[in-house]
Nanobody
Framework: QVDLVESGGGLVQPGGSLRLSCAASGIIFSSYRMGWYRQAPGKERELVATISSSATRTYGDSVKGRCTISRDNTKNLVSLQMNNLKPEDTAVYYC?????????WGKGTLVTVSS
C-alpha cells in the first residue's frame, strides 16, 4: 500500500520561502517519478514540479525559477523548495508518486501566502 505524507505547509508572507516534504512508504521509491501538484479553491489541480527516477526535473510555468524539487532515495523523501512566494501560490499542495500510468496521491498540505 502506497502511503505519501506531506509536511511543511503553513502561512507565509509574500516574498517568503517554504520547504515542503513528502515521505513515501510502501513503494520502491527510487523507481517512481515523484511530483508536486497544487489545487487552489475553485481551480483545477495543476503541475508544480516532477522529478523522475533519473532525477530529470520539470516545472510548471507558474513556478519556474522560484521552485526546486529534489529527492533523497535513501530516505524515501521528495522535497519542494519554494522561494519568492506570491498570494497566487496559495493552494493545497499534493505529493504524487507515478509508476508507469499509475498515480498515488497524498492528502495534501495547505500553503497560504498572505500578509
Amino acid at each position: 500500500q502506497v502511503d505519501l505524507v506531506e509536511s511543511g505547509g503553513g502561512l507565509v508572507q509574500p516574498g517568503g520561502s517554504l520547504r515542503l516534504s513528502c515521505a513515501a512508504s510502501g513503494i520502491i521509491f527510487s523507481s517512481y517519478r515523484m511530483g508536486w501538484y497544487r489545487q487552489a479553491p475553485g481551480k483545477e489541480r495543476e503541475l508544480v514540479a516532477t522529478i523522475s527516477s533519473s532525477a530529470t526535473r520539470t516545472y510548471g510555468d507558474s513556478v519556474k525559477g522560484r521552485c526546486t524539487i529534489s529527492r533523497d532515495n535513501t530516505k524515501n523523501l521528495v522535497s519542494l523548495q519554494m522561494n519568492n512566494l506570491k498570494p497566487e501560490d496559495t493552494a493545497v499542495y499534493y505529493c504524487n508518486a507515478r509508476y508507469y500510468n499509475t498515480d498515488s496521491w497524498g492528502k495534501g498540505t495547505l500553503v497560504t501566502v498572505s500578509s
